[in-house]
């Protein structure tokens, strides 16, 4: 048997939690090293494990996995977790690229200018519960 899948990303959730929840569904243990410093990042360049220079990165079954979406799909389809046909797999996408949305619209609050912020809450406030969640709870 392989070992446990490596985890690279920050001491946070980020875009690394679904990675987290996804392989806990599947009931595979993990191993996190955390990126704690810019020198862990450049050694990471460095070593040419990172396709795009950035993290997340997951070592697993021989390969250095990058790109979120990447590396969930892969996760899903080996633990058979991505749907059991077509059908289900366009649902499972809908509902991940809505979520991929509504976070791509709150991580955009990070750059908001100051006098902008409160307009910004308002409509994530807004998107969240007449858009995002209602298609969520069907």
């Given amino acids: 048997m392989a070992g446990k899948p490596v985890l690279h990303y920050f001491d946070g959730r980020?875009?690394?939690?679904?990675?987290?929840?996804?392989?806990?569904?599947?009931?595979?243990?993990?191993?996190?090293?955390?990126?704690t410093c810019p020198e862990d990042?450049?050694?990471?360049?460095?070593?040419?494990?990172?396709m795009f220079q950035q993290v997340p990165m997951v070592e697993m079954d021989g390969m250095k996995l990058v790109q979120s979406r990447a590396i969930l799909n892969y996760i899903a389809n080996k633990y058979n977790l991505?749907?059991?046909?077509?059908?289900?797999?366009?649902l499972?996408?809908?509902?991940?690229?809505?979520?991929?949305?509504?976070?791509?619209l709150i991580s955009s609050l990070i750059i908001t200018p100051p006098d902008q912020k409160e307009s910004k809450m308002n409509l994530i406030r807004d998107r969240t519960k007449n858009r995002y969640l209602p298609a969520f709870e069907k």
């Fill in 14 to 35: 980020g875009r690394m939690e679904s990675t987290r929840w996804l392989l806990a569904a599947a009931g595979i243990e993990f191993e996190e090293k955390f990126v």
């Fill in 41 to 50: 990042l450049e050694k990471l360049r460095k070593d040419g494990v990172l």
């Fill in 82 to 90: 991505y749907g059991k046909d077509t059908k289900e797999r366009l």
């Fill in 92 to 104: 499972i996408d809908m509902y991940t690229e809505g979520m991929a949305d509504l976070n791509e």
